[in-house]
């Protein structure tokens, strides 16, 4: 099966139609981690996320 | 704090203990409390963090992976009011066989809270069944799943969060924590977890046999400096790796994925079989 295809498919098997995977998977797609306004690459007790279990400690913070 | 803090008669002392030590103070709840007996106590308490599973887009599904009638309901309520107390309420989906196919569902029915979605992958430990995981290509479909509603809803809306050992070095899907790139397991290295009884373990989702020490007889920052402690991690060696990933190219910067995910499913610390890159290797996916 054409690596297109397989895509659908696995999308499929969720709930996601062709378009949503066109979005995702196409090569000019963006490939840094998305939807990240409120929050940060790295720990700060100012950017903690709220209702997760993320963000907790780092190792500066405990040392 | 997890299990299901709120089941402890000393809860709030508890917490009102962390917040006295400057500390953040999350607990993760299923949300069968009665909300008036303790949503006024959270307030007071400044909770930094309250996120609250929720499995299922309905109460026979729901209901049926936590074991309790009526559980989805007096989970809902909770988290409304909660939402209503201005309290930093958080979803958390753990995601196997039961509940895969609602996911589309829970996220219509949370899609207006402005809440934070945490969905994560179940990793067969305890009472749950393997039988009940994710197949790897369900798994990279629930990859496909949160980069799409990443990239269809706005932060403000609904923010979507993995876990940071969601997939390793996806060719085709973008990182979906808050991390750019996934260098190793965290355990013993950036984290720290104390068991109730106060087992000290480097990740607390880790089997029991990985317990370093406990602080009853020992203080946390004793085990974290021995350089004895946490060796699976802090002195990872290449010889190591299981067979899942002796080859990879990207073995030693991934060291083996998730540890805990790892020993669960193959048995050894550094061969995590839930690999995004091994999956798409695997079935031949490049980028469209």
């Known amino acids: 099966m054409a690596p297109k295809n397989k895509l659908y498919e696995l ?14 998977t196409k090569k000019d797609s963006d490939m840094k981690p998305t939807n990240t306004k409120k929050r940060s690459l790295k720990h700060s007790p100012d950017e903690y996320m709220p209702g997760t279990t993320y963000g907790t400690i780092s190792i500066n913070e405990f040392q | 704090m997890g299990g299901e803090p709120f089941l402890r008669k000393d809860w709030y002392k508890i917490c009102q203990e962390i917040k006295d030590l400057g500390m953040k103070l999350s607990i993760v709840t299923n949300g069968t409390i009665n909300p008036k007996n303790v949503l006024y106590k959270l307030v007071k308490l400044e909770v930094d963090s309250l996120p609250v599973g929720l499995d299922g887009a309905t109460a026979k599904t729901h209901d049926h992976i936590r074991g309790v009638k009526g559980a989805f309901h007096k989970t809902k309520n909770f988290i409304h009011l909660s939402k209503k107390a201005e309290l930093p309420i958080g979803i958390i989906t753990t995601v196997h066989k039961l509940n895969f196919n609602e996911l589309s569902a829970i996220r219509n029915l949370i899609i207006d809270l402005e809440v934070n979605w945490q969905i994560q992958d179940v990793i067969p430990m305890g009472r749950f069944p393997n039988n009940q995981a994710l197949s790897k290509e369900e798994y990279y479909s629930l990859g496909l799943f949160i980069a799409s509603t990443r990239k269809k809803y706005s932060s403000k809306n609904l923010v979507i969060d993995a876990p940071h050992n969601f997939g390793f070095n996806s060719q085709i899907l973008p990182r979906s924590d808050l991390y750019s ?74 060291k083996g994925g998730c540890t805990t995910r790892s020993v669960c499913f193959s048995g050894l610390p550094h061969n995590d079989p839930y690999c995004l890159y091994q999956i798409e290797n695997k079935l031949g996916l490049y980028r469209i």
């Open chain 2, 181 to 254: 790139r996934w260098n190793g397991c965290w355990a013993g290295k950036m984290v720290l977890g104390i068991q109730s009884d106060g087992g000290i373990m480097g990740c607390l989702a880790l089997p029991d046999e990985f317990v370093e020490g406990n602080i009853r007889n020992r203080s946390a920052i004793d085990i974290w400096r021995d350089s004895n402690s946490f060796s699976y991690s802090r002195k990872f060696k290449e010889t190591e790796l299981g067979g899942n990933c002796s080859d990879c190219k990207f073995r030693m910067d991934c």
């Open chain 1, 11 to 24: 999308g499929k098997k969720i709930g996601l139609n062709e378009e949503e995977i066109d979005e995702i």
